[in-house]
T-cell receptor, first 114, second 111 residues
Framework: DGGITQSPKYLFRKEGQNVTLSCEQN?????MYWYRQDPGQGLRLIYY?????DFQKGDIAEGYSVSREKKESFPLTVTSAQKNPTAFYLC?????WGQGETQYFGPGTRLLVL | QKEVEQDPGPLSVPEGAIVSLNCTYS??????FMWYRQYSRKGPELLMY????GNKEDGRFTAQVDKSSKYISLFIRDSQPSDSATYLC???????????FGTGTRLLVSP
């Protein structure tokens, strides 16, 4: 089955700890995205990547880092600099230029702070 | 003022009702309009995708775009309890890598 997988489903972070959220897609999509969702605030863009080895900051990149070493994978690291990391994190992907503007989402990872 | 405005609800309706969900936007350059459905603690699922103005129908769902008024709608006919979810509108334009989302409207359909 083609789709986007995110792991883990739940993640607990201790004070001062960096944690990494996984996102994998087998849709052969070029672009990938990370969003944060908080109650009442909708989706906010953290980082996005249009091609391998290239990525851009979104609206709330501070305290987060990403890498794009493979087309299929776009992991997100929540660093200790992110002071309020508790949220629902969503990964999405999109086909390349001229192939549609819609984004397709994974199931999400819920991050909680201990 | 937000670029996309969406009433957060909740919107409560009885089973079988016709539901109207709406978004207004400020950027007249938007060309692509989407509706996503999101169940609690799940990722958003693409429901409808419309380019430019007009209507698009898929089963019980109809998406409508009025670019002159900068207003989009999603109609759900014969609503079911399984339609209870948050509905997000999103929009973009050619070459703009990002989607601009509304905050979502929570819909509750009671049996």
């Amino acid at each position: 089955d083609g789709g986007i997988t995110q792991s883990p489903k739940y993640l607990f972070r201790k004070e001062g700890q960096n944690v990494t959220l996984s996102c994998e897609q087998n849709l052969n999509h070029d672009a990938m995205y990370w969003y944060r969702q908080d109650p009442g605030q909708g989706l906010r863009l953290i980082y996005y990547s249009q091609i391998v080895n290239d990525f851009q900051k979104g609206d709330i990149a501070e305290g987060y880092s990403v890498s794009r070493e493979k087309k299929e994978s776009f992991p997100l690291t929540v660093t200790s600099a992110q002071k309020n990391p508790t949220a629902f994190y969503l990964c999405a992907s999109r086909p390349g230029w001229g192939q549609g503007e819609t984004q397709y989402f994974g199931p999400g990872t819920r991050l909680l702070v201990l | 003022q937000k670029e996309v405005e969406q009433d957060p609800g909740p919107l409560s309706v009885p089973e079988g009702a016709i539901v109207s969900l709406n978004c207004t936007y400020s950027n007249s350059a938007f060309q692509y309009f989407m509706w996503y459905r999101q169940y609690s603690r799940k990722g958003p699922e693409l429901l409808m995708y419309t380019y430019s103005s007009g209507n698009k129908e898929d089963g019980r769902f109809t998406a409508q775009v009025d670019k002159s008024s900068k207003y989009i709608s999603l109609f759900i006919r014969d609503s079911q309890p399984s339609d209870s979810a948050t509905y997000l509108c999103a929009m973009t334009l050619t070459g703009f890598q990002k989607l601009v989302f509304g905050t979502g409207t929570r819909l509750l359909v009671s049996p």
